[in-house]
């Protein structure tokens, strides 16, 4: 696989592809389109011709326990959407790519690591004026064999965070600053999701998600400019542990990747229980300002 290039200095350059690049792609029986997106009308209304929906809720989470689809489950999602182990998939969405950056976070937990995410996401392809199609994508139904899913190497649970708030280490609460201060519980505009408590975890940096974003196209910063947001201005060593966290683990997924993939951070997990486990959990300390 080649992107277009890496003008942006990136650690890992094929995590990320252009708009143009998918435009080139279409075609390409080896590459697999995925759009996934918090509002679930997004996709019916027009999509990149050829794209899959992957629903977060539906399609990615456990019905009854607040965990993620089974090997099982990850087999018949990739058979459904035609792809094989060599596939690549490429996630694109609304949000600037929050549940896109969420899906190919799942999809890691499989080994499936040939994915990347279009840059700019829903709203730029849109604005380019490329294609949009409401027709259904057709795919061969595949014969898919995952292995059981891993959460060791990019997954944290709360006992882990619990540890690694003991020992100092690097936390980034990616939430808006009212929630890291405990004015909010929850985002604004969004129903309060259960929290019972506001504040942040105990020594976590304030970085807001968007940040890492340009505002005028939602595309990613370049290398150095996410460098000095995470590295200078928040001192984060790339080679120290870091966990990332917001409320139920798509905000931190976002920020997740660019610190893996475009920062090159060496050893970075998703504490996807995040606050709304946190926030609730007896006992457990909690600071505000």
Not at 136 to 145: D, G, I, L, Q
Request: charged share 20%; glycine share 8%.
């Amino acid at each position: 696989m080649s992107n277009d290039n890496n003008p942006k200095g990136y650690a890992h350059p094929q995590a990320l592809v252009s708009t143009g690049w998918v435009a080139a792609n279409l075609d390409n029986s080896n590459v697999i389109i995925v759009e996934s997106n918090e509002d679930p009308l997004l996709y019916s209304s027009g999509h990149i011709p050829g794209a899959f929906e992957v629903d977060w809720t539906l399609d990615l989470n456990d019905p009854l326990i607040r965990d993620y689809l089974d090997r099982t489950g990850f087999e018949k999602l990739m058979s459904r959407l035609g792809a094989t182990t060599d596939s690549h998939i490429v996630f694109y969405g609304d949000k600037n790519n929050w549940w896109a950056c969420y899906a190919f976070w799942v999809f890691h937990l499989f080994g499936h690591t040939n994915c990347s995410i279009m840059d700019g996401g829903r709203l730029k392809w849109i604005n380019e004026q490329r294609p949009l199609s409401t027709d259904a994508p057709f795919a061969n139904h595949s014969t898919y064999t995952a292995p059981e899913r891993d959460d060791s190497h990019i997954r944290a649970f709360r006992d882990e965070v619990i540890a690694h708030v003991k020992k100092q280490g690097q936390l980034v609460d990616v939430r808006s600053p009212e929630e890291f201060s405990g004015a909010r519980t929850h985002m604004a505009d969004y129903p309060n999701e259960g929290a019972l408590r506001s504040g942040h975890i105990p020594g976590a940096k304030s970085v807001p998600w968007a940040k890492a974003v340009n505002p005028e196209d939602g595309t990613f910063k370049s290398f150095s400019e996410l460098a000095e947001l995470y590295q200078t201005t928040q001192n984060l060593n790339p080679s120290e542990p870091t966990i990332a966290y917001c409320r139920i683990g798509e905000r931190s997924a976002h920020t997740w990747f660019a610190l893996k993939y475009l920062l090159g951070f060496e050893n970075v997990k998703n504490y996807d229980g995040s606050w709304t486990e946190w926030g609730n959990s007896v006992g457990l300390p909690i600071e505000k300002p």
